[in-house]
Each structure stands twice: as structure tokens, then as C-alpha cells.
């Protein structure tokens, strides 16, 4: 009987999370997705992006970089997350096309772009450009 209570109390706080949106299952549903990787720039294509995606860049720390963007949203939302691994860096949303910069000084050498869709149809070009003061080091 202490069981069945245990398992049905884990199973009410996983519910409440779950509506709360503090716990989430996400399946990444893409149809017709590509993406092409160089080492400083990303292109990602897509019919139907639902779900998250991680890009990663090796970059010299405390160095100075640009983080140019631009967005294209069919439909649906897109968000792009720059991380590195002591956090967040900055994050944007798109319910429709976006550009724009973000400059910042590499606190560790691997940083990421996080990709989430949901029922997205479009694309993104990023690329990490490091500053012209900093090309001589």
C-alpha cells in the first residue's frame, strides 16, 4: 500500500511540474532540415523544426568576437540561444525574420548556439567574426 501512494505521489508532483512547464518532453521532430558547418559559420535550413539543436564553436579566450545573425521565419518561432559553458550569453526570439549583432569576449574557448523550434519553417545564418583590434594577437 506504501508503494502504490509513493509511486502515485511521484507521479502528481511529475504532472504539476509537467503543467507548470518546469518538466518537459520534447521529441525533435525536422522535415526536410540541413545545416552546413564551417568553422565560424552555421547555415540551417528548414521545412518544419520543432525541438533543440546545439552548434558548437571553438574560440580563443578573452578574445573579442561578433556574433552576427540573421533569422528567416515562415512560421511558427524560433529561438537562438548563445551559450558558453559558465552560462548563457544571450538569447533571442523570432516569430518573424530577425538580424542583427551581439559582440562579446570569449570567457571559454567552446561556446554554443542552441536552436529551438516550435512548428518553426524557415532558416538562420550565424556567424562568429573575431574583432579586427584582436586579429593581430
Do not use: P
Not at 33 to 41: A, I, N, V
Not at 102 to 107: I, M, Y
Not at 122 to 134: A, D, K, L, P, T
Amino acid at each position: 500500500m506504501k508503494e502504490a501512494i509513493s509511486i502515485l505521489l511521484i507521479i502528481g508532483i511529475g504532472i504539476i511540474l509537467y503543467k507548470k512547464g518546469i518538466l518537459r518532453f520534447m521529441s525533435t521532430k525536422k522535415i526536410n532540415y540541413t545545416y552546413k558547418k564551417l568553422q565560424h559559420t552555421l547555415t540551417v535550413r528548414y521545412k518544419k523544426f520543432t525541438g533543440i539543436e546545439y552548434y558548437y564553436f571553438k574560440l580563443k579566450k578573452g578574445v573579442s568576437y561578433t556574433l552576427k545573425f540573421d533569422v528567416t521565419v515562415e512560421e511558427g518561432a524560433l529561438d537562438l540561444e548563445w551559450r558558453s559553458f559558465k552560462g548563457v550569453v544571450d538569447k533571442k526570439s523570432f516569430e518573424a525574420d530577425g538580424n542583427g549583432e551581439l559582440t562579446f569576449t570569449a570567457s571559454t574557448r567552446l561556446h554554443s548556439v542552441r536552436l529551438e523550434g516550435s512548428d518553426s519553417k524557415g532558416g538562420c545564418v550565424i556567424e562568429v567574426v573575431q574583432n579586427i583590434s584582436n586579429q593581430a594577437n
